[in-house]
């Protein structure tokens, strides 16, 4: 896109976060962004409910992941983790009802002729990745969903301010500060999902905007592979 600024980000740095930051935590933090409810996943639900396994990227201490095997998800449930304390606990946690694979997901690759029907990367996960790693990882969730599979991406909306510290609005990077470290991440906006996924073989793009329960207002994209 003309006049596309540097999306660079420390996504390395963005380890020990997730590294250093308690299980108790985490989960406050959900209940500070009002998704500790799970208005997010009745919202993604009806869409996913179908598939024969689900792919969560990034789920964390398992937020997600327990709203829908609550509603009665009987598919396949795959997680995909990188920091090694999350992996431990839902291991413990879900003891086989959801495979956990520790794994970048800047390193998701699902070996064809195996593909899922929908990908779920919620909670702001896309916001941690640069431009061209948000591109590559799209890509690589298209390639392996089953075709009327979809790609759902769930992120702040338009309230740039309120996440951190924005270090040029133009380039839309954030910082957020805590006692425990630093989070680099970078705005995506509509624009940005649709021209990713124009270039990444999804046939249409939906979404749905919302608030939380803390009156913060949120995005559901759904990417289409019809």
Same mark, same amino acid.
């Given at each position: @896109?003309?006049?596309?600024? /540097?999306?660079?980000? %420390?996504?390395?740095?963005?380890?020990?976060?997730?590294? &250093?930051?308690?299980?108790?935590?985490? %989960?406050?933090?959900?209940?500070?962004?009002?998704?500790?409810?799970?208005?997010?996943?009745?919202?993604?639900?009806?869409?996913?409910?179908?598939?024969?396994?689900?792919?969560?990227?990034?789920?964390?201490?398992? $937020?997600?992941?327990?709203?829908?095997?609550?509603?009665?998800?009987?598919?396949?449930?795959?997680?995909?983790? $990188?920091?090694? %304390?999350?992996? &431990?606990? @839902?291991?413990?946690?879900?003891?086989?009802?959801?495979?956990?694979?520790?794994?970048?997901? $800047?390193?998701? $690759?699902?070996?064809?002729?195996?593909?899922?029907?929908?990908?779920?990367?919620?909670?702001?996960?896309?916001?941690?990745?640069?431009?061209?790693?948000?591109?590559?990882?799209?890509?690589?969730?298209?390639?392996?969903?089953?075709?009327?599979?979809?790609?759902?991406?769930?992120?702040?909306?338009?309230?740039?301010?309120?996440?951190?510290?924005?270090?040029?609005?133009?380039?839309?990077?954030?910082?957020?500060?805590?006692?425990?470290?630093?989070? &680099?991440?970078?705005?995506?906006?509509?624009? /940005?999902?649709? &021209?990713?996924?124009?270039?990444?073989?999804?046939?249409?793009? /939906?979404?749905?905007?919302?608030?939380?329960?803390?009156?913060?207002?949120?995005?559901?994209?759904?990417?289409?592979?019809?």
């Amino acid at each position: @896109m003309p006049g596309t600024p /540097d999306y660079s980000l %420390q996504k390395d740095g963005n380890f020990s976060f997730y590294e &250093n930051i308690t299980l108790e935590k985490f %989960q406050y933090f959900a209940n500070v962004i009002g998704l500790h409810t799970g208005k997010d996943i009745d919202i993604i639900y009806p869409r996913i409910k179908d598939a024969e396994e689900i792919v969560e990227l990034g789920p964390g201490y398992g $937020r997600a992941l327990d709203f829908i095997l609550e509603k009665g998800y009987k598919g396949k449930i795959t997680g995909v983790e $990188r920091i090694p %304390q999350f992996v &431990n606990y @839902m291991n413990e946690r879900y003891k086989g009802s959801v495979t956990v694979e520790e794994l970048d997901i $800047r390193d998701y $690759r699902f070996e064809l002729p195996r593909k899922v029907g929908a990908v779920l990367w919620l909670w702001s996960g896309i916001l941690e990745l640069t431009a061209e790693e948000q591109l590559n990882c799209i890509a690589e969730c298209s390639r392996s969903l089953v075709d009327g599979g979809v790609l759902v991406i769930e992120a702040p909306y338009q309230e740039i301010k309120k996440l951190g510290n924005v270090e040029d609005s133009s380039s839309k990077k954030i910082k957020f500060e805590t006692e425990w470290g630093t989070l &680099n991440a970078y705005f995506t906006s509509l624009d /940005d999902i649709e &021209n990713f996924a124009s270039k990444t073989g999804f046939s249409r793009v /939906d979404y749905t905007v919302y608030k939380t329960d803390t009156d913060l207002e949120r995005v559901v994209y759904f990417l289409y592979k019809d």
